[in-house]
């Protein structure tokens, strides 16, 4: 049986197929490059799972990674490697920083890299849980200024078993932090309107009453389809 | 005359993957949209399972007034299994009514629940199905499910069962059901229990299985409700004959929503492509036995198809008629006729039989009558499809290879979306479409951008533009550079780079479209799901976007299933002689 509880007074458990829903439309208004959306997704989902600031930081999260400059991060390799994030957030430095060390301990390296100078330097905690895709374990220890991460191989299947464990429980968070952040991922969302009901559906409805399509199968409340719709209507291809 | 030996010992593995197709053949969504219903469609082998085990389907309780207000529970026993099915049931109203997601009437609305649904978990369902999106399923729900009754169609068998007759086969053959499934959500929705989680020995673990059983029980309830409705009205009022319950499946209505849902779940499609085009091939590789009968089998397939396309009385758009494809299907029944006579006579000139009768009429027969011949031919094959389809436990996580150096990263990017650069990419901005959703009932919807507006995120995905850029920027760094290197230094490419790195070695994963042009037609795609994947039968097409058609259609009854009498080839039924 599913251990994903409906509500309780002040808490709830949400699905990781909710939480990747509402962290990517969130992430999705802050006009964030699109091909960093799935990536910082997945740092919300891990650090709300460790108990970071996942939910509790989310929204202060998203206002920097809205200003967000990712070429700002600067890599040095020619000794032992460092990551200079230039101020940026650090789950925009995970991804790069967890891949550097992997290719870093597949080519014979040691596995180890070092961040400074992120913002919100404890976040570099989530590639403790990104790691684990790679079948290996992170281990990220967090100075004031700088973090060393350290990958190595995996000793115990327990070691890369969060994602399995998101998956058949969830994740704990207060409900009213979860609905005001679910309420305000539909921003994400298109506004709807008498143009944009005509984009979809087995039937479009003219201004005027006129139907385009055939209505063999249809039952439609036309009053759906028509509010806000302009007095003279121009067509619009479907 | 005897078949003709081939020189050199073939592997099992090397026979199955030359009788295989490329992706280079399948994946223009014009041909995915050719593809057929058939034994690995998932609501097929959900029943070829249900059959097997003779699963026990059972109503606990039915008070539904006149008007249609109640509540109805089922219980379902598969094996060591136990599932609940509570129903809502409402009286229905024309306001706010749409077969379209944005819709706020239903005349119904389900759960599939493991295990004996207690007292306070299904009120708490009563209360939390309703807010849909900011309702809590309570523990153990796989599934929510929201169904219409076809007005026209459930009014006119309810009044003529009332009036002591049969309905009028003709009137409900123009659709086949009596109500239409709007909504079957699950995977984590609402808090239902997510499908990778479900146990080892769960038996609806492979993909699509639970929402399939929730299907069947909307058609179990939309029968039982008429034959319940016509009962308080006039007590003795005949029942609707059993050819005429098991012609009758449950309308689906499916639109936009499912090219996004591809987009997603590349490992379902590729893993679900790649056991059809593997059954098939098991198929071809099939040696009829002394008699030819499997021969035989195909060939009454092939008839019932034909009678099956015969007698279709849905409307198509553009969708090619079913008149068309029975004749079609007579070029295939002759030369099905034609090896049968042939091989019983003893005139064996063929290794592979089947093989050779699916080459022989490549070319001569239209798309979709070759892939009826095709999902027939995966009859031939039924305990290995089956197994193929209970494998389908796909896990969609996408994970990079971080240490690849990038020649080898543009290698897989040439190759494997070679078509991606044959493609025309200069579409106009004017004709360029944007995949979005509305923040009404987060409908999928698609328009012209210059409709649109820019401030509207873009769902689709811009797949061929997204390797052409990537390649564009692969070309200009040292072939010797990681990936992880060209990421930090490019990062705008890191989901397109997972994704490509992902999937490498798979072929079946991606449609070989431009969906963000106008020469893009959305109902392609969703054909694919729903006729070949779902196994809806009649599907109708509506403006190029939106379908409608039956699934279950023929399927056997409830108590067909717990007796063991049910017909394991119920597909296709001829309309009932009444």
């Given amino acids: ?238 | 005359m005897t078949a003709l030996r081939r020189p050199a010992p073939e592997s099992d593995a090397h026979r199955i993957a030359r009788l295989m197709r490329s992706a280079g053949e399948m994946m223009a969504p014009e041909r995915l949209a050719a593809i057929q219903p058939s034994r690995v469609s998932a609501s097929r082998a959900l029943l070829s399972q249900a059959i097997r085990g003779r699963w026990q389907i059972q109503c606990k309780r039915f008070e539904i007034d006149e008007k249609g207000n109640g509540v109805a529970e089922y219980r379902i026993d598969i094996g060591g299994w136990r599932f609940s099915f509570p129903v809502y049931s409402f009286e229905p109203s024309p306001h706010g009514r749409t077969g379209r997601i944005i819709g706020r009437a239903w005349d119904m609305m389900g759960a599939l629940v493991e295990g004996d649904m207690s007292w306070a978990d299904f009120e708490t369902t009563r209360t939390e199905l309703p807010k849909l999106y900011e309702g809590r399923a309570t523990p153990g729900t796989l599934i929510w499910c929201r169904s219409n009754r076809s007005g026209r169609f459930f009014e006119s068998a309810r009044q003529a069962l009332a009036s002591g007759r049969q309905p009028d086969v003709a009137e409900l053959a123009q659709t086949c059901y009596l109500m239409r499934n709007t909504g079957l959500d699950g995977n984590g929705t609402f808090g239902t229990k997510t499908f990778l989680a479900f146990e080892k020995d769960h038996p609806l673990r492979w993909s699509l299985a639970a929402q399939m059983l929730c299907a069947y029980m909307m058609r179990v309830f939309a029968q039982d409700l008429l034959q319940h409705l016509v009962r308080l009205g006039s007590p003795q009022a005949p029942d609707m004959v059993k050819d005429l319950r098991r012609f009758l499946g449950v309308g689906n209505g499916s639109a936009l929503g499912l090219m996004l849902f591809v987009n997603n779940h590349p490992r379902l499609i590729e893993r679900w492509l790649f056991i059809r085009e593997e059954a098939i091939a098991r198929a071809k590789a099939v040696l009829p036995d002394a008699e030819g009968s499997e021969i035989a089998k195909l060939l009454a397939l092939v008839d019932k198809a034909i009678t099956f396309r015969s007698q279709d009385r849905a409307a198509y758009e553009n969708f090619t008629r079913s008149d068309v494809l029975a004749e079609e299907l007579q070029t295939i029944r002759r030369a099905v006729a034609d090896l049968l006579q042939r091989w019983q006579a003893g005139n064996r000139f063929e290794a592979e039989p089947f093989a050779e009768l699916a080459a022989s009429l490549v070319g001569r027969v239209h798309a979709e009558a070759m892939e009826t011949l095709h999902s027939l031919l995966i009859e031939l094959v039924p305990d290995e499809a089956d197994a193929l389809v209970e494998g389908l436990v796909i896990d969609e996580e996408l994970t990079g290879r971080p240490e690849m150096p990038v020649h080898r990263l543009r290698d897989l990017v040439r190759n494997d979306y070679a078509w991606a650069f044959n493609l025309n990419l200069e579409v106009p901005a004017a004709e360029r479409y944007v995949w979005y959703k509305s923040v009404i009932a987060e409908e999928p919807r698609r328009g012209l951008a210059t409709e649109v507006g820019h401030d509207v995120v873009n769902l689709g995905l811009d797949l061929p533009r997204l390797v052409v850029a990537l390649d564009r920027d692969l070309s200009a760094v040292d072939p010797n550079l990681s990936t992880a290197r060209f990421l930090f230094a490019h990062p705008q490419h890191r989901a397109i780079v997972t994704r490509v790195q992902a999937l490498a070695g798979t072929s079946l994963h991606s449609p070989h479209a431009d969906i963000m042009s106008g020469s893009f037609t959305p109902a392609h795609i969703t054909r694919l799901l729903n006729v070949g994947i779902h196994g809806i039968d009649k599907t109708r097409d509506f403006l190029d976007r939106n379908l409608r058609g039956v699934l279950f259609h023929g399927a056997p009854l409830p108590e067909d299933i717990a007796s063991g009498n049910a017909d394991a080839l119920w597909f296709y039924p001829a309309e009932p002689s009444l």
């Fill in chain 1, 1 to 238: 049986m599913s251990t994903c509880q409906s509500n309780l007074p002040n808490s709830m458990t949400v699905s990781l197929r909710e939480m990747r829903m509402v962290f990517e439309r969130l992430l999705q208004v802050t006009r964030i490059e699109s091909g960093l959306v799935p990536a910082l997704r997945d740092c919300a989902v891990y650090s709300a799972a460790l108990g970071l600031g996942g939910f509790s930081r989310l929204t202060a999260t998203l206002e920097t990674i809205s200003k967000a400059t990712p070429k700002a991060l600067s890599f040095d390799g020619s000794g032992d490697p460092v990551i200079d994030c230039g101020g940026q957030h650090a789950w925009l430095a995970a991804d790069a920083a967890l891949e550097l060390a992997v290719e870093n301990m597949k080519t014979g390296g040691s596995g180890i890299i070092t961040v400074r100078n992120a913002k919100d330097i404890g976040e570099l905690k989530v590639i403790e849980a990104l790691a684990q895709r790679f079948g290996l374990k992170a281990t990220v220890a967090v100075g004031v200024d700088r973090a060393a991460i350290a990958v190595t191989q995996v000793t115990d299947p327990d070691e890369i078993a969060l994602l399995d464990k998101i998956r058949r429980n969830g994740v704990a968070v207060d409900a009213a932090t979860w609905w005001e952040l679910y309420h305000r991922s539909a921003e994400a969302l298109a506004p709807d309107s008498y143009l944009s009901r005509r984009h979809a559906g087995p039937i479009i409805v003219e201004a005027d009453g006129k139907v385009i399509g055939r209505q063999d199968e249809d039952e439609t409340d036309f009053s759906l389809l028509l509010a806000d719709a302009p007095k003279s209507a121009a067509s619009a291809k479907h």
